[in-house]
């Protein structure tokens, strides 16, 4: 039986991927979190064999947890990063599968750590050397928006800003087109390079290189004209940033 311990904050894909592992026969799921804090008591005591984790979680990074706890055990890395960070993972030939999680890939992911558990085994030096190329500045440079319809793929250059409502992000584009997506601002936040991308709204998260004007009524003007607001509790943020332009 090969025991596996879950690491994924989102809850929905948790119970995605224990669906998956509960139709492998020889799989037991012995825990999960949604918590780096909570997974390092649980895997020192429950000791899996196999553990599956998503690299970001809320309160930190699985590749420092791992990396403290000193396993020697297969690790399969669940990620929606870019290419750059899968480039990074496989520096140590650590597994990894992207989302959306795709069964098939999963369930033959386990049952490649499983055949070949010694093979798959990681060592301190591997995770390290993953973990500073994930902490290295962000190369990404297009990015895939799944909407209702298809999924189209954009150069994160022509993003001009971005507008969040409820569970819904809009994508205003450099040739004036928008793109609907049905995942949450913050994500996209966290996705799209923080050098770039100000947060400059609760609703708004804005590409720095397509800012025209800043106006001192809290108001930024685009170079596609258009208008996005500024919070209060932002502008000292933003204006940080034009002062550095000048």
């Given at each position: 039986?090969?025991?596996?311990?879950?690491?994924?904050?989102?809850?929905?894909i948790l119970?995605?991927?224990w669906?998956i592992?509960?139709?492998?026969p020889?799989?037991k799921?012995v825990?999960y979190?949604?918590e780096v804090?909570?997974a390092?008591?649980?895997?020192?005591?429950?000791?899996?064999d196999l553990i599956?984790?998503?690299?970001q979680l809320k309160?930190g990074?699985?590749?420092?947890?791992?990396?403290?706890?000193?396993l020697?055990?297969?690790?399969?890395f669940?990620?929606?990063?870019s290419q750059?960070?899968i480039e990074a993972?496989?520096i140590g030939?650590?597994g990894y599968i992207t989302?959306?999680i795709?069964?098939?890939?999963?369930t033959?992911?386990?049952?490649?750590?499983?055949r070949r558990?010694?093979e798959?085994?990681f060592?301190?030096?591997?995770?390290?050397m993953?973990?500073?190329?994930?902490?290295?500045?962000?190369v990404?440079?297009?990015?895939?928006?799944k909407?209702?319809?298809?999924?189209q793929?954009?150069?994160?250059?022509?993003i001009?800003?971005?507008?969040g409502?409820?569970?819904?992000?809009?994508?205003?584009l450099?040739d004036?087109?928008?793109?609907?997506?049905?995942k949450v601002?913050?994500?996209f936040?966290?996705?799209?390079?923080d050098t770039?991308?100000?947060r400059?709204?609760q609703s708004?998260?804005?590409?720095?290189?397509?800012?025209?004007k800043?106006?001192?009524?809290?108001?930024l003007?685009?170079?596609?004209?258009?208008?996005?607001?500024?919070?209060?509790?932002k502008?000292?943020l933003?204006?940080?940033?034009?002062?550095?332009l000048?």
């Amino acid at each position: 039986m090969l025991k596996v311990y879950i690491l994924e904050d989102e809850l929905n894909i948790l119970k995605y991927i224990w669906s998956i592992l509960d139709e492998i026969p020889y799989v037991k799921v012995v825990g999960y979190s949604t918590e780096v804090r909570k997974a390092e008591i649980e895997i020192k005591a429950f000791m899996p064999d196999l553990i599956l984790a998503d690299i970001q979680l809320k309160d930190g990074f699985s590749l420092e947890l791992l990396s403290r706890l000193n396993l020697d055990l297969p690790i399969i890395f669940i990620t929606a990063y870019s290419q750059y960070a899968i480039e990074a993972l496989n520096i140590g030939a650590i597994g990894y599968i992207t989302k959306p999680i795709d069964p098939a890939l999963l369930t033959e992911a386990v049952d490649k750590c499983h055949r070949r558990a010694e093979e798959y085994k990681f060592n301190q030096n591997q995770l390290r050397m993953a973990e500073m190329h994930l902490k290295a500045p962000s190369v990404l440079q297009r990015i895939a928006l799944k909407t209702f319809e298809y999924t189209q793929i954009v150069c994160v250059e022509d993003i001009v800003y971005c507008e969040g409502d409820k569970g819904y992000t809009t994508f205003f584009l450099r040739d004036d087109s928008k793109l609907v997506v049905s995942k949450v601002l913050k994500y996209f936040e966290e996705l799209l390079p923080d050098t770039q991308f100000i947060r400059c709204h609760q609703s708004y998260l804005v590409n720095t290189r397509h800012i025209l004007k800043y106006y001192k009524d809290g108001q930024l003007e685009m170079l596609n004209k258009a208008f996005v607001p500024v919070s209060n509790r932002k502008r000292d943020l933003m204006m940080q940033y034009i002062d550095k332009l000048c």
